[in-house]
C-alpha cells in the first residue's frame, strides 16, 4: 500500500510526503508549490478562479481546486495555468485569444477562466451561446468583463487540440497517514467501511470539500471511493438503468439525458461544470440534504438503491431511503453501490423544474420532479416528489391521489396537506407552498400544449 501522494502536475511527475492528504489542492499550489496564478476567491466552489484542468481518459475536465484534497488527485494529471504552452512554446491558443478579446481587466478571475475555456476547447466545445453559457457558468467575473470573454470563447470553440497525456500509472490501494483510504476494489472499501464505520465517505467531494477548505476543519480519516470499479460503473437495458453510486454528473449526464430528455436543462443547473466533473450521485443522496437537486428527480423515477456491506447486499427504493433530517437508512457497515430506475414505459412522460434565488450556481428553492401515465387521455398514475419542502426530499403522496381523482386544481390544493415546510433566507414556507402548487400548474399545461411551454420555458 503506497504511503506518498503521487501525480502528474504540468507534465511533471511529483511526490508529495509528509503533508496531509487533507490539504486542499489549492493550498498546496499556492503555499506550498509556489504556483500562484491559481487563484481563492469564495473557498467553497463557487466563483472558479481557483480553476485548474484535470486530464484523465483521453479528456479535459475543469475542477475546483479550493474543494478539491491532495489525496483525491493521486494518481492523477492536474494543468495549472502556468502549464499551458503553444505548440511552438509560445503562449497557449486560449491565452491568445483571451489577450485579443482585450478579455481582462483586474485579472484576478482571469487564470480561471483560461482554465475553463482550456477544458471547454479540449471537449470539443462549441460556439454556441448556451454551450458557452454552460462551460462559463461557474467562473464569476466581478469587473463585469464578461462579453470579450465570451467573444474569446467564440474564438477557440473547436479548436484542435493535443490529446492530454498519460496520468501516473497507480494500481494499488493507498492509504496516507492512516487517515486517507483510496481502496481500488469493492471487497477493500468494504473491509474498510467494517473497520472504520464512523468514518466518512468520499466521492467528488464537492460537499465534504467545504469541512477543509471554508471551515478549515478537515475530517481526521476518510475512505475515498471513486477508483471502486463497481461504484463507478453504468449499466443499461432495453427497460432499466443502474448507475454506479460514485460515477460524477458529468459521465451519468450523457445516459440519463438520453432516457430523461427533461433532464438537460434541469443538470445544466446543478452546479457549474467544475461542479459536475466531481460531484457524485450517490454523494448527493448519502448526504440526505432536504434541498439536493436529484433525489426529487429520483424519487419521482422510481430509483431504487443496491447497499453492500461484507454481510451482503440489500435493495431499498429510495423513497424508504430518507428516515429524517439528514438520517437515511444506511448502516454503519454498509456502502450505496448503485441506484436504478426504470425507463418511461409506453404512455409516462417525465419533467422535472428547479426554483432559486438564481439561475446558475444556487441551491433549490423548491426542486419538483414528475413521472406521469397517460392512456387514452386520462391520466392513470403519477408520481409527484418535491425538495426543500421537508426535512426529507419527499413524494406528495397526497398531491397524487388528488391528481388521479380530481385533476390538478385538487392537486395543488393538495400539497399544502403533504408539506409543512420552513421559513429560511430562501424563501418563507407560504413561498414553497405556492411554487410546489404552481409547478404543478406548470405541468399540467406541458400536458396539455407542450409545444407551447417550451417555447415559453426556452424565451
Avoid at 109 to 114: D, L, R, W, Y
Avoid at 265 to 292: D, E, F, K, V
Avoid at 383 to 403: C, K, V, Y
Amino acid at each position: 500500500m503506497a504511503d506518498n501522494i503521487r501525480f502528474t502536475l504540468n507534465d511533471t511527475l511529483v511526490e508529495v510526503a509528509d503533508l496531509s492528504p487533507m490539504t486542499t489542492l489549492l493550498d498546496w499550489l499556492r503555499d506550498h508549490h509556489g504556483l500562484r496564478g491559481t487563484k481563492e476567491g469564495c473557498a467553497e466552489g463557487d466563483c472558479g478562479a481557483c480553476t485548474v484542468v484535470l486530464e484523465r481518459e483521453g479528456r479535459r475536465d475543469a475542477i475546483n481546486a479550493c474543494i478539491v484534497l491532495l489525496g483525491q488527485v493521486d494518481g492523477q494529471s492536474v494543468r495549472t495555468v502556468e502549464g499551458l504552452r503553444g505548440a511552438d512554446g509560445g503562449p497557449h491558443p486560449v491565452q491568445t485569444a483571451m489577450a485579443e478579446a482585450d478579455a481582462t481587466q483586474c485579472g484576478f478571475c482571469t487564470p480561471g477562466f483560461v482554465m475553463s475555456a482550456v477544458a471547454f476547447a479540449g471537449s470539443g466545445g462549441t460556439a454556441e451561446p448556451d454551450a458557452i453559457h454552460d462551460a462559463l457558468a461557474g467562473n464569476l467575473c466581478r469587473c463585469t468583463g464578461y462579453r470579450p470573454i465570451v467573444d474569446a470563447m467564440t474564438r477557440i470553440a473547436g479548436l484542435t487540440v493535443e490529446p492530454p497525456p498519460a496520468a501516473p500509472s497507480r494500481a494499488q490501494s493507498v492509504g496516507f497517514e492512516g487517515a486517507f483510504f483510496a481502496p481500488r476494489s469493492l471487497a477493500e472499501a468494504l473491509t474498510l467501511r467494517a473497520e472504520h464505520p464512523d468514518e466518512l465517505l468520499l466521492s467528488g467531494g464537492t460537499d465534504l470539500g467545504l469541512l477543509a477548505s471554508r471551515a478549515r476543519k478537515p475530517p481526521e480519516k476518510l475512505i475515498h471511493l471513486v477508483h471502486v470499479p463497481e461504484l463507478t460503473a453504468i449499466s443499461t437495458t432495453s427497460d432499466r438503468i443502474a448507475i454506479g453510486a460514485a460515477t460524477t454528473y458529468g459521465d451519468a449526464a450523457p445516459t440519463l439525458i438520453e432516457a430523461f430528455p427533461a433532464l438537460r436543462p434541469y443538470l445544466s443547473r446543478l452546479g457549474s461544470r467544475q461542479i459536475r466533473n466531481m460531484g457524485t450521485i450517490g454523494g448527493n443522496i448519502g448526504t440526505a440534504s432536504p434541498i439536493g437537486d436529484m433525489p426529487p428527480v429520483l424519487l419521482a423515477l422510481e430509483a431504487s438503491l443496491t447497499l453492500v456491506s461484507k454481510r451482503g447486499t440489500r435493495e431499498i427504493p429510495l423513497d424508504e431511503f430518507f428516515l429524517d433530517y439528514r438520517k437515511t437508512a444506511l448502516a454503519p457497515d454498509e456502502i450505496i453501490q448503485s441506484l436504478s430506475m426504470p425507463r418511461l414505459w409506453e404512455g409516462e412522460t417525465f419533467h422535472c423544474d428547479k426554483v432559486s434565488k438564481r439561475r446558475d450556481q444556487d441551491i433549490s428553492t423548491v426542486a419538483g420532479a414528475y413521472r406521469v401515465r397517460i392512456r387514452h387521455g386520462k391520466i392513470e398514475d403519477a408520481r409527484l416528489a418535491f425538495g426543500g419542502m421537508a426535512a426529507t426530499p419527499r413524494r406528495a403522496r397526497a398531491a397524487e391521489a388528488a391528481l388521479l381523482k380530481d385533476g390538478f386544481a385538487a392537486a395543488a390544493e393538495a400539497i399544502a396537506t403533504d408539506f409543512k415546510p420552513v421559513d429560511d433566507w430562501r424563501g418563507s414556507a407560504a413561498y414553497r407552498l405556492q411554487v410546489a402548487a404552481n409547478l404543478l400548474r406548470r405541468l399540467e399545461l406541458r400536458l396539455a400544449d407542450p409545444q407551447r411551454v417550451l417555447e415559453v420555458e426556452s424565451l
